[in-house]
Every structure is written in structure tokens, then in C-alpha cells.
């Protein structure tokens, strides 16, 4: 099987649902790129990010759609089109630009089903950059996903890996509810094995990419990549981490959790979101709530400062949660239910 | 005149069943039978009418939180509209979606919507969908004076103009956006000019002459199916009532709302015009009248009296699977 | 002292601002309500609850400032205007409405003083109803303070009746960070006594409501007058609840939280938001972090379905988190700390 | 022509600064030393040095992630400039905000802004405080060909429109919108007649040619700062570069890229025109010329040796008092 980048599979799993169904388009600024330009390609760039490249030139300009920079009728006529019967893929450059749209998204989009007795199918999937980590500065590395998972309606995926990003986009682009595909920027290099023919991989399925005893460190999108780390470096000195990849934060695999806690007994739980109503206060809060009795002591939840995102880049570094960071919680969850367990036991 | 005399009566229905709907509507929200709250469209039918009689099923439309005429205009049955309005079990949207929320997309009726401005985006999203498909199919978009404003309608006009797309945008100028009058609202005054910006014609015309909003949009309506791109209409109608039912509307002096009830009567004109013409004779409209009123009568009875949803169906239908 | 209802507070507080700042100014739809009608009045409505009645007549049109419908704009606006020296109030008619203007608030305002370096002040508040039980439908009665609390640069004011509503209201506008104001549609007609004279109420300082014992229940807005009810009502058979009002979502007072729960052991928190990334579980979530030895009992959370606000009334009801539903949650941590406890002691 | 010999040297050297600053910023750059991305201004020099020599400090300019020379022009500190792209203790942000979010609350700069669009109602912001506060001071807003698509800048001018506001459209068309052209993603064609089409006066200008803008800009400023209102200008001038550096630029043409260097440069115009009119001489410009290549020289030397700011910095100013 050949290697793959998450860039080359989200692009290529892109071309391969629009050859599989007639009603997929793809729709946003650049994703063509060069409309209105004069060199003699209107497919120059792809994308400003290469994401959509090829497509134009194999599908053609009413499916593969140049947009003015118009982001709430970008989703807005994605959520229309749905509703007339295709499939729309639209891309949100940037997560960071949800605020010039979320009301399609959040108001329109995500209700239509609920709002009209569930007699609306609005089958569109929105895919968007998220994470810090390139220099971009405040306003265009947030890890904004908490944002809408809170949203009903919706589904949204984190992958975290180029494998799974194939497969979830291609269960996004396939379900009939809206998705919101969250891109880790800082992912789109990293490569894994991935088939060249197309595949599925279920919403709400976590991943368990380490496993493990003594603590369940459940992390999201690229804080998958450090978790695993984590786990490595532990493992050599005999502790054994369990790293769980949700995947998808709607719908979230509550049991994988529950699950993993009920056999370690510990919970850390890595978001790059800032702190506050973030997917670590939630996956915290669920088990606090639901799984207390398997708790053998005090959650850990490492995030994103409740700070923006600085454009200095040894500062966004010391804002993204770090390897050591983890890690640190990890030992500090350790340490305190060695405490209590001296304590109580 | 190239209407046939089906044509006028189809027309003639359209409104009344409106105004007869919409003043049934006002006296139930008085007597407290209504949930929620109104808007009612008494005044500006004759827009509702003559756009949607050129449109088909798998046209669609994006209305507003005004929207009962629209929905009446475009097919929605007034059955489940009113047990919608009632957020009974049945009605259009099974009592989740209520008065602001009316949908049915089997009549190409994308939804009413509590949004200003929300709708036209999506109305171009169904005109995308033709275009991208390449049938006929056109979509409007209804726009009153006050979401004329929005920066969503001008994204919508703007990409409706650079696809080119199958697009009417229907303002609406009944003269408010809840209190405010659209002389101090619209900056520049023109409502029309703002989508003539964009390079589509954007003929302004009287909203409660059924005629001249028929014929603006048969123009609008040619232009799209034969790929010519987007057009918008500026229709003036005056609002006969409040903004929401309820509404004291103490910013509107007596003589504008006396000057309204006296001029701005689509209903009335429309049967003057017909009757002078020898289109039409009363006895044909007063047939109408009859029928809408039993009807309306017979289906407001049949929802006050149907079932609430269960409580059950405050979860379902978030998702399809989820 | 006189009685007044948590909409005559606000309309009192927004005057008396005003005259004691000349650099207070409110701009909003509605906010006179009038202007380019045909009544020989400019101010016919002051809000389309009347919460801003009769400022026109007393500052004038430069000073309450009706606007078109233009929400990024009116946010936009105050922002810079704060920026210029102002000390804007701008209205947000309805918190649903933040779809079509949250980069404003999300990327601009709550951002200007961090990524300026903090040499700019932005003292905007922005006044905006929430909450279901109104009978207004999905797109007008949600509780999504969380979705504003997560920003870092925000504060978040949800007053639960007049008095305080009074004295946040004057600290909002004397604040020099923005400040979203959180008005619960259903609590304007509240009443309590409220001084006539101003005050303020610091931020981040939480209200017992009720002094208890054997559970902590915190709770948001609206929410307060229910945990209040089930504090009285449980108070009868001998079950002391305490309590807790944060008045603030951000900052949050934690050592509040901290404390009571160290005294009762057991936590339920009640929140009208969505449940996914709520205040509930980020409180939850905290507890289980920072305050793991004390819990005698699961944590409970007590939050509106993961839907959105149903039309129906009935339904409306419930999906707003009732008296019965926080009375049996309260009930459950009880039972389950006693089985906890049966079994370890 | 009425400008001092003072003014001219004053326009030139803005223009300069900016040339020198952008074209050092490329090369710096491609070398590696500057963190983030960077997007050059060089081509449309002409319209921030005529557009800001009629501002004061207290008047106020939003600006666009394009923003480099439109700090320069507004007064901004060239040096601390370079420690903020440089993202350096010292910045204008203390290293916070980098190339995309420069400001100058002291010099009326309210900010470079990453979000396409998000700068026009903040700008009117501003003057809403002016006139809210009954001063003369005004409000411009540099608007990309690009940005004139999204919402927020039409209801930027509304809402100036409506209140009658001392606020001034700078639109930019450049061309492009990233990888776009604007013969293609502006519907209609005319950005222009968008801010037109709210009664404000809209003329169109070459803005490679600083005498062009300036003329337009002194009629925009008297009229904003009398209280007649708002004004927009849409000022042509090509992109030298990239959308940002490092862009491969492949859907612009050879020719096209030739035909912008040959004809598309405002400080070789303004150098032709002062000296066939004989206003300036070369060796004015000259000394300008080299005074602003060693300052720079200079600034970004520091700039690169200055000391990072502290971890610490990372959770500070996020409020004042929290
Ligand atoms: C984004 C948004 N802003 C404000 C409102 C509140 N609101 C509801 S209807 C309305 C006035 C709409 O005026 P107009 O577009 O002229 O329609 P009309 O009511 O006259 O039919 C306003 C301000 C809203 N629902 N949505
Ligand atoms: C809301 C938003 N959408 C998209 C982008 C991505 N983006 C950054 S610059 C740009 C092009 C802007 O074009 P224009 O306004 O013409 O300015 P120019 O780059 O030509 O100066 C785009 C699409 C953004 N930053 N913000
Ligand atoms: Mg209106
Ligand atoms: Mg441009």
C-alpha cells in the first residue's frame, strides 16, 4: 500500500465521490483558482492549499465551483442545494471564518431537519482548517471545533491521520446530515499507508491508536500525534497509556471512553481548543458524570491557554499543548492516585 | 393583457386565500388561540400571487418570517399550514418548526425563515443546483425592505451574478422593518439600485397592482429559465398591520394607516381592474371568497382540534442517524 | 426600596450610565424604534421590548443610535468607536442572532487588545436577550453563552434577577474589556428590590442563593430561580441544598465552587444550554479536575436535549431544564454518594 | 495643481517608504528571516500615500491583511513596524499580532486585519465616535477588490450612508482576490457603483497615479469632514506580486506581469510627472531615496537582533482585568 499525505488523500477522496455520485460539487474560494486570471488554465492553484487540485480540470466548472469571497453564501447556497437534491462540499478556508457564516451553519443548515419535522435532508459537508502551529497568527489558527460540536445538527469530524482523513470524508461527503471536516493544517504533510480504492470508516467510532492500563489519554486531531508519543516514551518506563482518537466529537464514542476508564482508572484528555466549554471539559464532565465510580483520580484536561493565538511562533508553541505538557499530566494523574490510593487503600 | 381567464381566477385565489388566512390568523391571535407569535402579510399579496404563479413545483422559493402569503402563493397546503401555525402532530413542519419556520419541499417552499436575511442565500444554493444540473429550474428569494440591509443579500445577489444564475431576488418594500421606516434605513434610498449594482435589472414596481408584479416577473422569469442570469424586482406594498400582531405601530401616524387601507388593497384593485376590463365577474370572485372561507374555517377547526406531538418528538429528527 | 422588574433595572441602568458618561452611547435595531416613521415621535418603541424606552428623548439621536438591520455592522461599530474613546452598548437583539456577527465580536473585539499587544481598550458591552420559553422557535431561544464564554477576551454576564442584573448591567458599561450581557427573555418580568441609586457588582464574584449542606447546585440565568424552588422545596424533608449563582460565566468564581463542594461533596450543575461543550460541563469538568477529593457522589448535569428549541410549547417546555428534572438529578447524586458510601464505609 | 513642494516630498517619501519596506520584506523573506507570511503592498503605494496625506493622527484607518503600506502612510513607526512583523518585544504589538494585525491606536491606524471585510465597520466605528462626539474627524476604510464581495463592507456603507457619517471607501482593485481575478468574482463588474448605489459619491481612479487619488481623496475628506457624508473611491492599481510571497502566481499571464511592471509603477509616474513639470527634482527624490534605504537598513537590523518577547507574553493583555 502506498503512503500517502493526508493533503494527497483528502484530494483524492474528493475526486473519487464526485466520480461516484453525480450530485457531489465542490464549491469556495480558489478551489479551482485562477477564474478570471490571465494565463490560459483557470485551474491554476486548487485551492490555496493544493486541497482541490485537479478537480476543475476533470469535473468541470459547474461542479467544481470558484466562489467570491462570500463565505455566508458559500454555505448558504451549499445548504440550498442540498435541499434541492445534491451533495455540496463546501470549503471554509479557515475555521477562524466561521463567525462571516456560522449563521447558515448553526441557524439554517444544522436546524433545517429538526425545524422542519424532520422533512429536510440537507446532505452538505463543510470542510475547513483548524489548529495552530504555522505562524498564522490570531486570527486564523483556532482549533474552533468546540464551537460546533455544541451545535445540534451537526456532525464534525477531527481526523487525525491520512487514513482515517480518507475515510471520514468519505463518510461525511455520503451521509445525509451536515458534517463539518476539520483539516489539521499542520497535518496535511503527514503521511500513513492508505488504499487507493475508496472506503468508509463510521462516525462515532474511536480509534484506540495505544493501549494501554494505567491511564486513558484521550486526545483530538493533531494532540493525537503527541499523545501517541506520550504513550512511546511511557511505555519505556512500564507505564501504559491508552490513546483514544475520538475521531468525530459529534456524535462522540462515549462507550470507547467509558470503556477504556473503567479498566485504567484514569483520564487525561488533550484539546487544543481553549479551555473553557472546550471537548476537554466535555469529555472530563461525561466521565465525572458517568463513569465516576471507575475514576481513581482527579481528571486531567490539558489545553490551549484561554489566551488567542499569538503570531510570535515561540509563543504559539507554548500555546499549542506540548509533548511535555502531556506528559506531565500524565505523570501528575499518576502521582495523585498513588496518593489516594495510599491514602484510601 | 395575455392572462387567461384561468390565469385570473388562479391569481384572484392566490390572494384571497392569503388575506382570507392571514385576517382569520389576526382574529385567532387576539382571541389567544395562537402559540408563538405573527406576522401577518395582509397588503402585499398580490406579490406572493403573481411571482410564484409563474413558478413550478420544482422551483423553489426562500421566504421570511412573513411568510404565510408566500407558502399560500407557492402551493403549501393550507391544511398543514395551519396546523404548523398550531404546532400540532401533521402540520408542515409536526409543530417543531411554527408560523416562522413553515416549510415543504415537495412545493419547492425552502422554509420561512426567523433569520432577516438568511434566505436568500440558501434560494440561491436551489438556483445553483439547476444551474448545476443544467435544467430549467429557477429559485426566488424574497427580501423586505429592512433585510435588504443584511450583508447575506448582497453575498447572494453577488454570487447569483458572477454564476449567473437562475435567480429572481423579490424585495419586498412594505415601507418598515419593525419600526423603523425604510426612508431612514436605506441608505441612499433605492432598493432596487442595490441589485442593479450587481448588473441585473432591477425594475421597481407598484407591489399591490397584481399586473405589474405579474408582468416584471414573467421578464425576471424568462431571463432565468434561458440562462440569461439573475433579476430583482422591487414591489412597494404598504403593511396593513403591525409588525408582529400585537404591535401598537404608534410610530405610523392615522393618516399613513388610513392612506394604506384606502390605496393599498391588492385584492381590491386587482377586482376593479378586472371587472373594468370585463375580464372577470363578481360572481366568479365572490365564488372564491365562499370557498376559501369554508375552507379556512373547516382546517382552523380540524387544528385546533388535532393532537399535540408527543412529547418523544422533542428528540427525534436532529439527525437522520446519528 | 422599591420593587423594580429586571427590565425596568435595565432601562434604569442604561440611563443613569448615560448620564453619568457622556462617552456611553446605545445603538442597536429598534433602539429609539421610530425614526423614518410618519407619527410625529422618533421614539415610538426604545426596543422591541421596551428596554431602551425614552433614552432618545433624554440623550438625543447621536446617542441612541437606531440602526438598519446590520448586526456585523453595529458590533463592527462599536468596536471601532470603542477603539476611537467611546464606551458603546450595543444591542443584539436576540442572542440567536450572533450567526451574522460573531467575527466581530469573536475575531475583532474580544481579540483587539491581545493581538495589539494590549495597547488597545475596548470597552464595549453588548446587551442580547437569551433562552427558550417563549414560544419563539428555533431560531430565537437558545442559551448560547457558552459559545461566547469559550472566547478568550470576553467577559459573560448572565444576571438572574433585577438587583443583580442593576449592578453587572453598571459594571459591564464601566468595564474596559467587552462584555456580553445576557438577558433572559423570560426573567424580564422578575422583580426584586433594587436600590434606585447606581452600584455595581463585581465580576467573577458568585451569589449563594441558598446556604446548604449536602449538595451544591449551580446554576445559570434563569436557571437560578429553578434551583432556588428545588433548594426550598427540598429544604422541607431536611435536604440542605446550597445554591450557587456565578452571575458570571466569564470569569468564573471557582473558589466558590471549590468551596461548596468541599463542604457538600456533591455537585449538580443546571444549564439551559445545549449539553455538548455547556457551562454544565465545563463546571463538571472543573470539579473533576481541581476539586476530585471532595466528591462524595457522581457529578449531575442538568442541561436542555442536544436539539434545538422546539416551537411547540409543550415541547418548549420540555427541553428547558424544569424544577422536576433538577429535583430528581439532585435526588440521584444523593442516593448514589449514600451507595458510594455504603460501599467504601 | 495645488500642492506645496513640502506636500510633494511628503507624498513621495510615504511612497517610498512603502516600496523600500515591501520590496526589503520580499527579500527578507525569501531569505528566511521573516516568520509567518507576508503580503506585499508594492504596486499600490500611491493610494495610501494620497489617501492618508490628507488625515491626521486623529482620524482613523482600518486596514486589510494587504497592510503594510497603509501603516506606513498613516504615520506608523517604521521601526516598530519591523519589530512587529518580526514578532519582537518592542512591536507594535509586542510581537503578538505579526504582519496581519499591525495597528496604532496613537496614530489612528485601528489595525491590519486578517479577516477579509471585517476592517469597513470597525473603520465606521470610528466615525460614528466622531460624529456621535460632534468633532471634524473622519474614517477611511482600505476595501480589497476581493473584500467588496463580502457583507460586512455593504453594510458598512449603509450604515455610513444612513447616518450620514464622516467615513470614506478606499476600495482597491488590484485585481485579484488571492488567486482570483476580479473580472471574474465581481458580479456586475463595477465595484464602484456598489457604494454608488447608496447615494454617496463613488468615482473611479487610476491608482497608480498619485495625483489621480489625492484629488479624490481631498473631495471625499471636505465632504466628510463638513458633515455631507460618506464617500467611496475605487482606486485600479495592480499587484506587483504574489497574494502572498511565495505565490507562483500561475494564473496570471507573462504578458500581464510584464505589461504591470512596465506601466503599473505610481513612484516612476509620480517621478516623470514632477519632473516634466519641473515641481521636483531627481536629486530631491534621490536624497529621499537613500535616507530611506539606510533608515530601513537600520530598522531591520534591529529588528532581527531584538529580544524575543518573554513566554510570559503569552498569557498577558488578553484583558485588562479579568
Ligand atoms: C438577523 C436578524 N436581525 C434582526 C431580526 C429581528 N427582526 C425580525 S423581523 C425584522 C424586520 C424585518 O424587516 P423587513 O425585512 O422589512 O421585513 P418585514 O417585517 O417588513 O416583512 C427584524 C429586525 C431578525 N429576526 N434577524
Ligand atoms: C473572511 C475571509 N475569507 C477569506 C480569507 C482568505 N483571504 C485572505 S486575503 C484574500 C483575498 C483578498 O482579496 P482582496 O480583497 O482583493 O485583497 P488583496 O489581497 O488583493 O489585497 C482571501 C480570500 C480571509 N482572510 N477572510
Ligand atoms: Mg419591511
Ligand atoms: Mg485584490
Known amino acids: 500500500m502506498a503512503k500517502k499525505t493526508v493533503r494527497e488523500a483528502i484530494n483524492e477522496t474528493l475526486a473519487q465521490e464526485m466520480r461516484r455520485d453525480p450530485r457531489v460539487i465542490v464549491l469556495g474560494e480558489d478551489v479551482a483558482g485562477g477564474k478570471g486570471g490571465t494565463s490560459d488554465t483557470e485551474e491554476a492553484a486548487g485551492g490555496v492549499f493544493g486541497l482541490t487540485a485537479g478537480l476543475y480540470k476533470e469535473f468541470g466548472g459547474r461542479r467544481v465551483i470558484d466562489t467570491p469571497i462570500t463565505e455566508s453564501a458559500i454555505i448558504g447556497a451549499a445548504g ?3 435541499l434541492a437534491g445534491m451533495r455540496p462540499v463546501a470549503e471554509l478556508m479557515f475555521i477562524d471564518f466561521i463567525g462571516v457564516c456560522l449563521d447558515q451553519i448553526m441557524n ?4 433545517f431537519r429538526y425545524m422542519f419535522g424532520g422533512k429536510a ?8 482548517m483548524i489548529g495552530a502551529g504555522m505562524g498564522a497568527g490570531p486570527q486564523h489558527s483556532g482549533a474552533l471545533y468546540p464551537m460546533l460540536t455544541m451545535v445540534p445538527g451537526l456532525k464534525v469530524v ?4 491520512a487514513y482515517d482523513a480518507k475515510g471520514l470524508l468519505a463518510t461525511a461527503i455520503r451521509d445525509d446530515d451536515p458534517v463539518i471536516f476539520c483539516e489539521h493544517k499542520a497535518l496535511y504533510t503527514e503521511a500513513c499507508e492508505v488504499p487507493d480504492e475508496d472506503y468508509t470508516i463510521p462516525f462515532g467510532q474511536a480509534n484506540i491508536t495505544r493501549e494501554g492500563e494505567h491511564v486513558t489519554l484521550v486526545a483530538f486531531s493533531r494532540m493525537v500525534l503527541f499523545a501517541n508519543q506520550v504513550a512511546d516514551r511511557l511505555a519505556r518506563e512500564g507505564i501504559s497509556v491508552e490513546v483514544i482518537d475520538p475521531r468525530t466529537t459529534s456524535p462522540l464514542d462515549e462507550d470507547a471512553i467509558f470503556d477504556s476508564v473503567d479498566k485504567t482508572g484514569r483520564l487525561v484528555v488533550v484539546d487544543e481548543s481553549n479551555p473553557m466549554c472546550s471537548m476537554a471539559s466535555e469529555v472530563a464532565s461525561l466521565v465525572a458524570c458517568e463513569a465516576f465510580e471507575c475514576l481513581r483520580a482527579p481528571i486531567a484536561k490539558v489545553t490551549a491557554p484561554h489566551t488567542p493565538v499569538p503570531a510570535h511562533p515561540e509563543l504559539e508553541k507554548e500555546y499549542v499543548p506540548s509533548v511535555a505538557k502531556i506528559e506531565s499530566a500524565v505523570r501528575r494523574v499518576l502521582l495523585d492516585s498513588d496518593v489516594k490510593a495510599a491514602a484510601t487503600g | 393583457m395575455s392572462l387567461t381567464r384561468e390565469q385570473l381566477l388562479d391569481g384572484y385565489r392566490r390572494m384571497r386565500a392569503q388575506r382570507e388566512f392571514d ?11 395562537v402559540p408563538g407569535f405573527i406576522h401577518l402579510y395582509c397588503g402585499q399579496e398580490a406579490i406572493a400571487a403573481a411571482a410564484c404563479m409563474h413558478l413550478r413545483d420544482t422551483d423553489y422559493i426562500g421566504s421570511t418570517h412573513r411568510g404565510h402569503g408566500h407558502c399560500i402563493a407557492k402551493g403549501c397546503d393550507i391544511g398543514e399550514m395551519l396546523l404548523e401555525i398550531y404546532c400540532k402532530q401533521g402540520g408542515l413542519c409536526n409543530g417543531k418548526g411554527g408560523s416562522m419556520h413553515i416549510a415543504d419541499m415537495n412545493k419547492g417552499m425552502l422554509g ?7 434566505a436568500p442565500p440558501i434560494a440561491v444554493g436551489a438556483a445553483l443546483a439547476a444551474w448545476s444540473q443544467g435544467t430549467d429550474g429557477v429559485a426566488l428569494a424574497f427580501i423586505g425592505d429592512g433585510a435588504s440591509n443584511q450583508g447575506t443579500v448582497f453575498e447572494a445577489l453577488n454570487l447569483a451574478s458572477v454564476l449567473k444564475l437562475p435567480m429572481i431576488f423579490m424585495y419586498e418594500n412594505n415601507g418598515y422593518a419593525e419600526f423603523t421606516g425604510a426612508k431612514y434605513h436605506v441608505g441612499g434610498g433605492d432598493i432596487a439600485a442595490r441589485a442593479g449594482a450587481f448588473g441585473m435589472p432591477a425594475p421597481k414596481v407598484d407591489g399591490t397592482d397584481f399586473f405589474a408584479v405579474h408582468d416584471a416577473m414573467a421578464a425576471a422569469v424568462a431571463r432565468a429559465r434561458s440562462g440569461q442570469g439573475p433579476s430583482a424586482i422591487e414591489a412597494v406594498a404598504s403593511r ?3 409588525h408582529f400582531q400585537g404591535d401598537p405601530q404608534a410610530y405610523r401616524s ?10 393599498g388593497d391588492p385584492l381590491k384593485k386587482f377586482r376593479e381592474r378586472v371587472l373594468a376590463e370585463s375580464w372577470l365577474e363578481d360572481s366568479d370572485m365572490d365564488a372564491i371568497d365562499q370557498e376559501l372561507r369554508e375552507l379556512i374555517d373547516e382546517k382552523v377547526a380540524v387544528a385546533k382540534a388535532a393532537p399535540n406531538p408527543d412529547t418523544e418528538a422533542l428528540y427525534t429528527d436532529v439527525y437522520l442517524e446519528y
Chains 1, 3 share one sequence.
Open chain 1, 108 to 111: 439554517q443548515i444544522a436546524k
Open chain 2, 240 to 242: 396593513w398591520y403591525g
Open chain 1, 121 to 128: 435532508t440537507t446532505p452538505v459537508t463543510i470542510r475547513t
Open chain 2, 23 to 33: 385576517e382569520r390568523m389576526r382574529r385567532e391571535f387576539e382571541a389567544g388561540t
Open chain 1, 158 to 161: 477531527v481526523p487525525s491521520n
Open chain 2, 112 to 118: 420561512a425563515n426567523a433569520i432577516v436575511g438568511a
Open chain 2, 254 to 263: 392615522r393618516e399613513e394607516l388610513d392612506e394604506v387601507r384606502r390605496s
Open chain 1, 80 to 82: 440550498g442545494a442540498a
